[in-house]
């Protein structure tokens, strides 16, 4: 009998056991909202600015203790990730066509997740950037000349059909009527994202590459190694983001994005102002 009773008893240990691990679990991914990892997917030009970012909404937020994770690369390439059931958060992208996209896509798939209206929290700068040329005489109506009358020199922009900063590098360029010219004798280097083509500028694999002007200010880029292109020469690079599920730290975040606070992030790092 004695036997019998300690089986018995192992047993109630055990399944009480299993019992209070089940409940642990549910109430860490559901109720305790300080253990969820909130998952971000952000635009790689975003990724000299958005760590400091973070690191002050955490500092400033003593109830948002949980980790933040955060995937950068092409809003294009995230997009489709999304799509493609990527368990994201929340979606910063480098334009506002994706955003509103997923936003339209939600609405009309007749499924049960709150869709929050996608938001603009930055506007970045174009700019021209070489470790290998001298650009310090160099004005923005004389690039047309530069870059065609024999050059040779190679130019990088990030994928057009991918990247914002790519797209509006590239209707700078037709602007100036040589697109066609620089990609008909290959001198136009694609790169997949605007991170993609500051490493192929930075390291000097290419002659010029128009960059994220962030991605400048926080190498501290010297004065003669680039130039700022008037905001009104390009299309604007009015970035968007979207809250993709109704998840409280989603919502907290981006709201401190758009704060006086985080905005001053933006501004330190070389974005525009948003209206």
Known sequence: MGKLALLASTGLLVLLSACTQDSSINTGSAANSSEYTLRIAAAANLSDVLPSIIDSYQANNSVSTQDIDVTYASSGKL????????????????NQEFPAKLAKEKEGSHSNEITYPPFTYAQGQLALYSVTKSLSELNIESLADIFTNGATAKITIANPELAPYGASAKAYLQSQKIYDKLN???????????????????????DYGFVAQSQLI???????QFITLPPESYPAILQDGIVL?????????????????????FLQAGYLSIE
């Open 245 to 265: 599920n109704d998840n409280p730290s989603a919502l907290a975040f981006t709201d401190y994005l758009r704060s006086t606070a985080g905005q001053q992030h």
């Open 79 to 94: 997009y489709a990730q999304i799509q493609a059931g990527a368990p994201y958060d929340v979606f910063l992208s480098a």
């Open 184 to 206: 008909a004798e290959k001198r136009l280097i694609q790169s997949e994202n605007i991170g993609q083509a500051f490493q192929y500028a930075h390291t000097g694999s290419v």
């Open 218 to 224: 926080a190498i501290k880029a010297k004065s003669e």
